[in-house]
Each structure stands twice: as structure tokens, then as C-alpha cells.
């Protein structure tokens, strides 16, 4: 209702305090749940073409790789004959405050029932690529495969891996993780190899 110009300021400040006592009341009387966690993009564009067994592992892949991003988005490819029985290749592009990431997150089903998964993290450092392996990876074997290409790997996780390719004035940096016959450790039966196997791989 619009107020007339003889009572705008009473009832303004009627208004201002009816809203004040109404939040006071909902804080106080009707304590609020807190929001829910956001469902990453990856997860909702699998679910809603069908992807339904390789679906946690890409959830907690996707869930860990885009997280502390402003904001992010997936290209996805699978396979329209078998949404569940093919493969699922999917790319995120993710806005952090100082810098754009990519990330690639792959699942494959087998006959058995298991997954193949992998993630690849894809990002650029303002850095030499030797700085970055001195700060970042100096507990880690490198290996050097092109005078600008050298993979640094961990004997404790030997499915993963950091690649740093020299790209002045910057560093490029992917970061890759694979498992094989990832199982459901929530689904019946589930082994505790399976269960060990679920873990995602640790953010570096």
C-alpha cells in the first residue's frame, strides 16, 4: 500500500518495526535449518541422463575437484544407446577469485559392476615450473619426459600423478588421479577393499 503524504514517516516506521519484530520472532521462535549443500553441476547432468552406477564415484570426484570455485560449469559426453553401461566423459570449467580451472572427470562401467574412473585438475601457475616443484612436490620422484615436461608421483598413491609443463612467464599444472574397479562401498555387499578403493584421492 502506497502511504499519503500525511503519515509516510509513521507508517514507514510502523512497517520498519512489524519486519523487525517478525525476523526477531522467526530467529528466536522457529530456529532456521541451515541451507542445504548445493548439488554440484556434474552430478545433476549425469543423474538426468541416466547415469546411475558410476554415480557416486563421480560425485565425490566432482564434489572435491570444484570446491572453494565461485562458480562452474560441465560439458558432457556419454553414451546415448547405454547412458548406464557406457562410458561418461565430462569437462568443468571452474571460476576461482585470482584464476579460471579446468577439470576432466571420466567413468567407465564394466561388466562386473565396478568403475574405472579418473580426474585430471588443469590449472596455471604465474610461477616457473621449477618453483613450483621445489614449494609444491619436493617429497615427490620427478621424472623428466620433455625438457619442458616433467611428472612428479608419490610411491604412497601410485595412481596419481602432477605433470608440470613449462609455459613462460607461467607453469602449467594437471593434476591426475585414476582407480580402477572403484565399487559402492554403500551398495550391499561391498567389500572392505571396495570401501578403501571409494576414497577420493587427497587435495593437494
Request: aromatic share 6%; hydrophobic share 40%; with cysteine.
Amino acid at each position: 500500500m502506497k502511504p499519503t503524504p500525511r503519515f509516510p514517516r509513521l507508517l514507514l516506521a510502523i512497517l520498519a518495526w512489524a519486519a523487525a519484530g517478525a525476523a526477531f520472532a522467526q530467529g528466536v521462535l522457529v530456529p532456521q535449518a541451515p541451507p542445504a549443500q548445493p548439488q554440484d553441476t556434474l552430478t545433476r547432468a549425469a543423474t538426468s541422463v541416466g547415469v546411475k552406477r558410476c554415480l557416486p564415484a563421480i560425485t565425490r570426484l566432482s564434489t572435491l575437484t570444484v570446491q572453494g570455485s565461485r562458480s562452474h560449469d560441465v560439458l558432457l559426453d556419454w553414451d546415448r544407446k547405454r547412458p548406464d553401461g557406457g562410458p561418461m566423459f565430462s569437462l568443468i570449467g571452474m571460476e576461482f577469485p585470482n584464476a579460471g580451472v579446468a577439470a576432466s572427470i571420466t567413468a567407465v562401467p564394466d561388466d562386473s559392476g565396478a568403475c574405472t574412473v579418473s580426474a585430471e585438475r588443469i590449472s596455471v601457475a604465474p610461477f616457473t615450473c621449477a618453483s613450483v616443484g621445489q614449494q609444491e612436490l619436493s617429497t615427490y620422484k620427478m621424472t623428466r619426459l620433455l625438457p619442458n615436461y616433467t611428472v612428479y608421483t608419490d610411491e604412497k598413491e601410485p595412481t596419481s600423478s602432477v605433470s608440470l609443463i613449462d609455459s613462460p612467464p607461467g607453469c602449467l599444472i594437471i593434476r591426475r588421479y585414476v582407480e580402477y574397479g572403484w565399487r559402492d562401498p554403500a551398495a550391499a555387499g561391498a567389500s572392505p577393499a571396495g570401501a578403501a578403493a571409494a576414497q577420493p584421492p587427497k587435495k593437494r
